[in-house]
């Protein structure tokens, strides 16, 4: 297996080109993900149900007589548009703020022909996660892994925006599926980027914290992908949208 190393981002490793480029802070795509790129998309984070499956939110539509669109709110969908006996199976809330990973694998093969021959990205996590002493990712090798990094929070470059601050690092596009909480090194748990970029800015997903749905700007082509891959529930948005929880005006 090729090394992965994710090396903790000093001061001038990157420039902040993200806040600059976000309008402001609320439930809209322009808030979390730079304005200014060709195209942009929604991908929805699947249900977590029962037996480690995943169901999408158009079974969860199909289910409860609701209707998808683009827009489409979690706390809109999961409730029945009416009465039925018996009640459609209760369904569990996706994840907020991250990614899940098999979603996470997918979107990565997605974004690898369109990143840079380097492959060098940076990815950032949210600096007011309580187990942060633990969300700092390290190594994996062939030889297995590394030394865990304890080090203090604030001891490298940090990427601030509007209401959030990010801790940053700097590694290739696949060490994105190796963030996480790693109490153990045989014990992960997955936290995805909520912010990731590769160097030459010619794409960006957000996992905001409080979203259900990762946002991904970049190429009109890019996008295409990423709407034609059927492992990813996505739809097409722009950065005018929004994605709070009163912005599904369909399923009232």
Request: glycine content about 8%; overall charge negative; charged content about 20%.
């Given at each position: 297996?090729?090394?992965?190393?994710?090396?903790?981002?000093?001061?001038?490793?990157?420039?902040?080109?993200?806040?600059?480029?976000?309008?402001?802070?609320?439930?809209?795509?322009?808030?979390?993900?730079?304005?200014?790129?060709?195209?942009?998309?929604?991908?929805?984070?699947?249900?977590?149900?029962?037996?480690?499956?995943?169901?999408?939110?158009?079974?969860?539509?199909?289910?409860?007589?609701?209707?998808?669109?683009?827009?489409?709110?979690?706390?809109?969908?999961?409730?029945?548009?009416?009465?039925?006996?018996?009640?459609?199976?209760?369904?569990?809330?996706?994840?907020?703020?991250?990614?899940?990973?098999?979603?996470?694998?997918?979107?990565?093969?997605?974004?690898?022909?369109?990143?840079?021959?380097?492959?060098?990205?940076?990815?950032?996590?949210?600096?007011?996660?309580?187990?942060?002493?633990?969300?700092?990712?390290?190594?994996?090798?062939?030889?297995?892994?590394?030394?865990?990094?304890?080090?203090?929070?604030?001891?490298?470059?940090?990427?601030?925006?509007?209401?959030?601050?990010?801790?940053?690092?700097?590694?290739?596009?696949?060490?994105?599926?190796?963030?996480?909480?790693?109490?153990?090194?045989?014990?992960?748990?997955?936290?995805?980027?909520?912010?990731?970029?590769?160097?030459?800015?010619?794409?960006?997903?957000?996992?905001?914290?409080?979203?259900?749905?990762?946002?991904?700007?970049?190429?009109?082509?890019?996008?295409?992908?990423?709407?034609?891959?059927?492992?990813?529930?996505?739809?097409?948005?722009?950065?005018?949208?929004?994605?709070?929880?009163?912005?599904d005006k369909i399923n009232t």
């Open positions: 297996m090729e090394d992965i190393e994710l090396v903790r981002a000093a001061d001038g490793d990157f420039e902040n080109w993200i806040a600059p480029r976000l309008g402001p802070f609320g439930g809209w795509v322009g808030s979390v993900v730079p304005r200014g790129f060709d195209a942009y998309v929604r991908i929805l984070h699947p249900s977590p149900a029962r037996g480690g499956e995943w169901v999408t939110w158009a079974e969860i539509v199909r289910r409860n007589g609701r209707r998808m669109h683009a827009l489409a709110q979690w706390e809109a969908i999961a409730a029945p548009a009416v009465a039925a006996v018996p009640a459609p199976e209760a369904a569990w809330a996706p994840d907020i703020g991250n990614l899940p990973q098999h979603c996470l694998h997918a979107l990565l093969d997605v974004l690898e022909p369109f990143t840079p021959a380097t492959k060098t990205c940076f990815s950032a996590l949210w600096d007011g996660y309580g187990q942060l002493q633990q969300l700092v990712p390290y190594g994996f090798t062939a030889h297995g892994f590394a030394e865990f990094d304890r080090s203090g929070p604030r001891a490298h470059a940090s990427l601030q925006i509007p209401q959030r601050e990010y801790l940053v690092y700097r590694a290739p596009l696949r060490a994105a599926a190796l963030m996480g909480d790693w109490p153990a090194s045989d014990w992960f748990i997955p936290q995805s980027p909520n912010l990731f970029w590769p160097q030459d800015t010619s794409w960006c997903v957000a996992t905001e914290i409080d979203f259900d749905s990762t946002v991904v700007g970049g190429s009109a082509e890019l996008v295409s992908a990423i709407l034609a891959d059927p492992r990813l529930e996505s739809w097409q948005v722009s950065t005018g949208d929004s994605l709070a929880s009163d912005g």
